[in-house]
């Protein structure tokens, strides 16, 4: 069965410092993959997604994400965050039909000033 | 833009009443999605729909049920609370060929 793991919980920033989030998959076919955000008291937002092709994507708010087949991995990157980027990101993958998503734990960002 | 609604943001209820969350959303999408979101645990499906009056189970459907009779809007029903049912719950919906989803605000249900 398809997974996807985050496997940092919290990660703390500070302001103008860089990011990275890391997600790992486990799916057999080629993946659809995906970040989303919440900031807080909000829905998810799509940050960028990867369906094929280039493996360095970019996504709103200055994100990009990298995936690596051999690693099974989809890390998110910020060259740059700002406080405003504080919230909780999630990375998913398409899994089955109807096109569900199967999402990992998620990760929370602090952004200290 | 497309847009997901729901109908409560923050909802109290007592433990035994009968919960119905609403979502609506106005792009004519054909699938529409239930989760419900808990610290540490991400998003869980708990039932998804992907045309008017069908309806499949996702990973956690025990103790909800779910009502599609228009495109447009799908029903969240909690039978009979449960404190254990607490939590974040999230609507989404997407075009059948499509694979973004699109979400709802939440709304945050809290079972005393």
């Known amino acids: 069965a398809q997974s996807v793991t985050q496997p940092d919980i919290h990660i703390t920033v500070s302001e103008g410092a860089s990011l990275e989030l890391r997600c790992n998959y486990s799916?057999?076919?080629?993946?659809?993959l995906f970040w989303y955000v919440q900031s807080p008291g909000q829905g998810l937002q799509l940050l960028l997604k990867?369906?094929?092709?280039?493996?360095l994507v970019q996504g709103i708010k200055g994100f990009e994400a990298e995936f690596k087949r051999s690693q099974s991995s989809f890390n998110l990157r910020k060259p740059s965050v700002h406080w405003s980027d504080a919230a909780e990101y999630f990375c998913?993958?398409?899994?089955?039909?109807?096109?569900?998503?199967?999402f990992g734990g998620g990760t929370r960002v602090l952004v200290k000033p | 833009d497309v847009k997901v609604t729901q109908s409560s943001r923050y909802l109290v209820k007592r433990t035994g009443e009968k919960v119905f969350l609403e979502c609506v959303q106005d792009?004519?999408?054909?699938?529409m999605f239930w989760y419900r979101q808990d610290p540490g645990l991400g998003l869980r499906l708990i039932y998804f729909?992907?045309?008017?009056?069908?309806?499949e189970k996702g990973d956690i459907p025990e103790g909800y049920s779910v009502s599609r009779e228009k495109k447009e809007r799908f029903s969240l029903i909690l039978e009979s609370a449960s404190t254990n049912q607490t939590s974040m719950y999230l609507c989404?919906?997407?075009?059948?060929?499509?694979?973004?989803?699109?979400f709802g605000p939440g709304t945050r249900l809290t079972v005393t």
């Open positions: 998913a993958v398409v899994a089955g039909a109807g096109n569900k998503l199967t």
């Open positions: 989404a919906s997407i075009k059948r060929l499509d694979y973004e989803q699109y």
């Open positions: 990867y369906f094929s092709g280039d493996t």
């Open positions: 792009m004519d999408h054909e699938n």
């Open positions: 799916y057999g076919a080629t993946p659809y």
């Open positions: 729909s992907y045309d008017v009056k069908m309806k």
